[in-house]
């Protein structure tokens, strides 16, 4: 098989990272994780999120604009944790509907976001993983994450909501979109096969339906 990008997309507590390692133990790939370098407006930014949104978002995609360069170098098959499109499609959307970012900021994100993404490679596949708000809340319990604990529900709704009106428009890709209430690729290891075998028939057949609804 020839060098191959995929990105795991999804909200806070889909399982994306823990995916991306197992795509990786299967196909013997390369992870590529969030970037970790520490945003210097963070701090200012939930003092005054309007003030800093647009500061503190241009951060986050350009060292995902690094990372994605980076991975298109590598000779080796990659599996991106989260990709620059949701970092503008969700992320900064949620902001700019929540009155966190004003229009000139927003525009101008939006033209650094399309200079972006006209000069990097696509990804072969991207697998969106799908998940109510119940089951993210119970995986986020799970990992006990402290910084996580007071995500509040009507949040995580709206980010769906945005992950939704982003897969149902996002061409630029084959999706294979994962229904994480049905299939528990964590503790169900037939259900992690089906995602693996779904990956492997997705990146043959990019039409092919392989979750239909009612798995």
């Known amino acids: ?6 990105v795991v997309a999804g909200n806070i507590g889909a399982g994306k990272s823990t995916l991306v390692s197992m795509i990786c133990d299967r196909f013997g790939w390369k992870a ?3 970037p970790v370098a520490q945003n210097p407006y ?9 003030r800093w949104s647009f500061h503190s978002q241009v951060f ?6 690094k990372s994605h360069h980076s991975l298109a170098g590598d000779p080796h098959s990659v599996v991106q944790d989260r990709s620059i499109y949701e970092d503008a499609e969700v992320f900064a959307r949620n902001l700019y509907e929540g009155g966190l970012m004003d229009d000139d900021d927003y525009r101008s994100y939006r033209e650094l976001y399309h200079l972006f993404t006209q000069l ?5 596949l991207v697998i969106y993983l799908q ?3 119940h089951t993210l809340q119970r995986r986020i319990a799970q990992r006990g994450r402290e910084f996580e604990a007071d995500i509040a529900p009507d949040y995580l709704e709206n980010l769906n909501r945005l992950y939704q009106q982003w897969i149902d428009g996002f061409d630029l890709a084959p999706v294979l979109s994962v229904p994480g209430d049905e299939l ?3 503790k169900n290891s037939e259900d ?11 990146l043959r057949d990019s039409q092919k339906l392989l979750f239909p609804d009612g798995v």
Request: proline letters at 4%; aromatic letters at 14%; glycine letters at 2%.
């Open 131 to 133: 998940a109510s708000v």
């Open 184 to 186: 528990d690729f964590v």
């Open 42 to 50: 963070l701090e200012k930014f939930y003092r005054d999120m309007r």
């Open 120 to 124: 990097l490679p696509v990804p072969d």
């Open 192 to 202: 992690l096969h089906r995602i693996l075998d779904g990956v492997e028939a997705r």
């Open 32 to 34: 590529y994780y969030e």
């Open 1 to 6: 098989m020839d060098k191959k990008h995929l």
């Open 60 to 65: 986050f995609m350009t060292h995902r604009v």
